[in-house]
């Protein structure tokens, strides 16, 4: 294995994420690329006189930055090659993008652990990911 793509949120299960991915990748000897999206937000279709939506969106991408910061934390002595990815969209068409051009042989992500009729309703991006996703794809589990 030569490559990992690590898509994380920002969420509680960052670390859960990393740690794992980070173990796996020094055993096997992989590359590791962490990655992570943002969404951008429309709260407003109308001129409201304030630039809300610009700065919504500003804090959203600042967000991300210290997540990838974090990551790079994390990954501090890693022996292999690391590095980051910032992409903006919609969270599941990125990391399905992302994966199809670096071509990883394992995706590595968490499950945000929705009950059954939320994912029935709303579904998530790791299961959208894992329906169309063409590499390897490990999904950390939210639970203890």
């Keep these: 294995?030569?490559?990992?793509?690590?898509?994380?949120?920002?969420?509680?299960?960052?670390?859960?994420?990393?740690?794992?991915?980070?173990?796996?990748?020094?055993?096997?000897?992989?590359?590791?690329?962490?990655?992570?999206?943002?969404?951008?937000?429309?709260?407003?279709?109308?001129?409201?006189g304030t630039d809300l939506n610009e700065q919504l969106n500003e804090e959203v991408k600042v967000s991300a930055e210290r997540t990838l910061e974090q990551a790079r934390?994390?990954?501090e002595g890693f022996s292999g090659h690391f590095d980051t990815m910032l992409?903006?969209?919609?969270?599941?068409?990125?990391?399905?993008?992302?994966?199809?051009?670096?071509?990883?042989?394992l995706l590595v992500m968490g499950s945000r652990g929705l009950s059954g009729f939320e994912r029935a309703m709303l579904g998530s991006v790791s299961l959208k990911v894992l329906h169309h996703v063409k590499c390897d794809m490990m999904i950390v589990r939210n639970e203890e």
């Design 87 to 105: 992409t903006y969209g919609d969270p599941a068409e990125e990391i399905l993008q992302v994966t199809e051009r670096e071509k990883p042989d």
């Design 1 to 48: 294995m030569k490559k990992m793509i690590v898509a994380i949120d920002g969420s509680e299960m960052t670390k859960k994420v990393l740690l794992r991915a980070r173990l796996i990748a020094e055993k096997i000897g992989s590359d590791v690329v962490v990655m992570t999206v943002v969404k951008q937000l429309q709260l407003f279709d109308y001129y409201t």
């Design 73 to 75: 934390h994390f990954f």
